[in-house]
Each structure stands twice: as C-alpha cells, then as structure tokens.
C-alpha cells in the first residue's frame, strides 16, 4: 500500500503564506498524477492543485495566482506554496496521488488531512 503524510498546516493572518508538503511511501512502482484538495467544514471537498508526471499542473479558479503546486519525483513528494491567504481558504488540506505499485496495480491514496486556518 501507498502512504501519504501532509506537513505543513497550521494558523496564519490573512494575507499570509503557507507551504504544504505530502510525501509518499511504500512499493511505488510510478507515480502519476498528485494533487491537494480540500474541505471546508460543512462544504464538499474540492480540488485545489494537481500536477501530473511530466508536470502540467491545473488549480481552481479560486487559486489560481496565489496558490503553486510543485513535486519532487526523486522523494515522490508533492508541495503547495500557498500565498496571499484568505480566510475563505481555510479549511483541512489533503494529498492525494495515484500511480502504480510493485506489480503494476493501480493505486489511488489519500492522507491524513492537514489543517489551514487563515484567521486575524
């Protein structure tokens, strides 16, 4: 199995920056496409950034120019530098990716959830 381990969350005043990483574990034959979503309390949860393999990215409309999405396919490792922070962005952050394991299986893991509260 794949796991995945956010880092990163916590509280920062609006306007303020964050980053997230997720790095990923286990009999990781290729790793496809990564990405961060994210649930606000009482809402959906929503696609925030992906990126895939070869590194074309999308985002939401709501973070687009603030939010980065990178990965570092050598540490199966995935980042989201979140800048000029607003209070409606706050919310649980989780990574997520899918790929192929040992035998060529197809996975598609989640973390745990990180949270962001954006808050003066």
């Known amino acids: 199995q794949v796991q995945l381990v956010e880092s990163g969350g916590g509280l920062v005043q609006p306007g303020g920056s964050l980053r997230l990483s997720c790095a990923a574990s286990g009999r990781i034959l290729r790793m496809d496409t990564m990405g961060w979503y994210r649930q606000a309390l009482g809402e959906q949860r929503e696609l925030v950034a992906r990126?895939?393999?070869?590194?074309?990215?999308n985002y939401a409309d709501s973070v687009k120019g603030r939010f980065t999405i990178s990965r570092d396919n050598a540490k199966n490792t995935v980042y989201l530098q979140m800048n000029s922070l607003k209070p409606e962005d706050t919310a649980v952050f989780y990574c997520n990716a899918d790929g192929r394991i040992n035998d060529w299986r197809p996975f598609n893991s989640w973390g745990q959830g990180t949270q962001v509260t954006v808050s003066s």
């Open positions: 990126i895939t393999r070869g590194g074309d990215t």
